[in-house]
Nanobody, 121 residues
């Protein structure tokens, strides 16, 4: 089990950038795949990015591929999401999650509280 806390959200203009951070507790952080999901009002939680425990493998959906980059620093127990070329449709609450590798929410056991990202046009 691991506890996760997201930070770095905020208001940004279209075309701008934000970097989200997710700080984890526990000594077994490197054993977990880590993922980012997002959820906009009235919509289901959407997969954004995933990274393997070692950081060697990453996967993104087409909606963010080429714009977002997931990374992790296991020495700091932290995972990041660098978001560039932001669009209004990226507006959502962003959540980090830990667990097995996957692109669906049910593959993850631990979730952060979420951080709001708002992209204005």
């Amino acid at each position: 089990q691991v506890q996760l806390v997201e930070s770095g959200g905020g208001l940004v203009q279209a075309g701008g950038s934000l970097r989200l951070s997710c700080a984890a507790s526990g000594r077994t952080f490197s054993r977990y795949a880590m993922a980012w999901f997002r959820q906009a009002p009235g919509k289901e939680r959407e997969f954004v990015a995933v990274i393997s425990g070692s950081g060697s493998n990453k996967y993104y959906p087409d909606s963010v591929k080429g714009r977002f980059t997931i990374s992790r620093d296991n020495a700091k127990n932290t995972v990041y999401l660098q978001m560039n070329s932001l669009k209004p449709e990226d507006t959502a609450v962003y959540y980090c999650a830990g667990g097995a590798w996957g692109i669906t929410a049910n593959m993850y056991d631990d979730w952060g509280q979420g951080t709001q990202v708002t992209v204005s046009s």
